[in-house]
């Protein structure tokens, strides 16, 4: 077994135990691979363990990525910010785009959406704590953002996705996770049929998955330290 294959299993015992004490199901929850700054191979390590999910934050590396690695089908998550000039290579190659937080961006993701691709499987990003140096909409925005994206014909709306400051403890991380799933909960309300909330990350994943997360993004616990 790989260091890599080895690491997955470790998470995916990690999101089992925290799913077990909060009376969820394991597949509940799913696991997307943050493979930022890994080289192709470690894709291939990876995905020869199981894993088919992958989210880059820097576009044109992805794209680079995704082009080599095409012959294995796996499903790219955009989880980086996005640029206006950039739109068009996240519209052409991604499956999934976790970060939007404008309406512009999102128009310019359903306009440049290939027609013979499936609609692009967006979140809202959601700056939840109120953090100065981090992107997402304010959450008293979020309303009306959806309803800009869920109306765009190129897009389809599943879900928000948060990245808050890292807290101090579980209950103190729990805290700020549960006002995104009590968003998540308000839009709902609201008959966006919303099924996905992207939240938690290596060191904090079992504070996301107690307050609702349904897929986790993890890097280094799988892949190494990053330098």
Known sequence: MTTIAANLQRIHDRIANACQLSGRSPDSVSLLAASKTFGADAVVQAHAAGQMAFGENYIQEAVDKISILAHLHLEWHCIGPIQSNKTRLVAEHFDWVHTVDRVKIAQRLSEQRP?????????????????????????????????????????????????????????????????????????????????????????????????????????????????
């Open 115 to 227: 027609a013979h691709l499936a609609p692009l499987q967006v979140c809202i990003q959601v700056n939840v704590d109120g953090g100065a140096a981090k992107s997402g909409v304010a959450p008293c925005d979020a309303l009306n953002l959806a309803k800009a994206v869920a109306a765009l014909p190129r897009l389809r709306l599943r879900g928000l996705m948060c990245i808050p400051e890292p807290a101090p403890d579980f209950v103190a991380g729990c805290a700020v996770f549960s006002g995104a799933r009590a968003l998540f909960d308000t839009l709902n309300k609201e008959g966006f049929g919303l099924d996905t909330l992207s939240m938690g990350m290596s060191n904090d994943l079992e504070a996301a998955i107690a307050s609702g997360s349904t897929l986790v993004r993890v890097g280094s616990a799988i892949f190494g330290v990053r330098f």
